[in-house]
Antibody
Framework: QLQLQESGPGLVKPSETLSLTCTVS??????????WGWIRQPPGKGLEWIGS???????YYNPSLKSRVTISVDTSKNQFSLKLSSVTAADTAVYYC???????????????WGQGTLVTVSS | QTVVTQEPSFSVSPGGTVTLTCGLS?????????PSWYQQTPGQAPRTLIY???TRSSGVPDRFSGSILGNKAALTITGAQADDESDYYC??????????FGTGTKVTVL
């Protein structure tokens, strides 16, 4: 059974960089059939796609966040990571990692989700 | 900026049927957007219900179905149960690896 687990600091200061890691178990992050992604949800609000990565390092980012986001992959550890720079209170959210199924080379939908981790931006 | 719109809320009686929709601020939703649907209960991670317009994810009851209705994607719950009370989100694939979530619909069963 595939499992995804987010980890990282729960509190980040304004203007600093938020860093999270997603560890994948029960499956290989190097599978050619999937992308891996990050999604966030501010308290009481809706879901927002942040970006996705392939095991080769190929990435797609939400245009509204692209200037501040870096997603990377470490196949040796079966992990992928998120960095979001210059954070403000508006970046306070539950951050989820997820797997995306590939159809004809396109990552069109999410199929497995992590449980999420709350990151608060505050001094 | 693309906005994917959903009804803010719906109420349905136990055993009843409800249809949620997912539209675009400009333009029509078609199967080419590969709409998918997700269920989220408070404090929990989303769960995948439907992908590629109308394919149920593994283990999803057949009372959930997806379709295109007019110019929108639709999720229909037939024979609603108490544990269907959740938030529901659609996602549209915009091409070039870009995904956009809908605004979400809160469904109450009472």
């Amino acid at each position: 059974q595939l499992q995804l687990q987010e980890s990282g600091p729960g509190l980040v200061k304004p203007s600093e960089t938020l860093s999270l890691t997603c560890t994948v178990s029960g499956g290989s992050i190097s599978s050619s059939s999937y992308y891996w992604g990050w999604i966030r949800q501010p308290p009481g609000k809706g879901l927002e796609w942040i970006g996705s990565i392939y095991y080769s390092g190929s990435t797609y980012y939400n245009p509204s966040l692209k200037s501040r986001v870096t997603i990377s992959v470490d196949t040796s550890k079966n992990q992928f990571s998120l960095k979001l720079s210059s954070v403000t209170a508006a970046d306070t959210a539950v951050y989820y990692c997820a797997r995306l199924a590939l159809w004809f080379g396109e990552p069109r939908e999410f199929d497995y989700w992590g449980q999420g981790t709350l990151v608060t931006v505050s001094s | 900026q693309t906005v994917v719109t959903q009804e803010p809320s719906f109420s349905v009686s136990p055993g009843g049927t409800v249809t949620l929709t997912c539209g675009l601020s400009s333009g029509s939703v078609s199967t080419s957007y590969y709409p998918s649907w997700y269920q989220q209960t408070p404090g929990q991670a989303p769960r995948t219900l439907i992908y590629s317009t109308n394919t149920r994810s593994s283990g999803v009851p057949d009372r959930f179905s997806g379709s295109i209705l007019g110019n929108k994607a639709a999720l229909t719950i037939t024979g609603a149960q108490a544990d269907d009370e959740s938030d529901y989100y659609c996602v549209l694939y915009m091409g070039s690896g870009i995904l956009v979530f809908g605004t979400g619909t809160k469904v109450t069963v009472l």
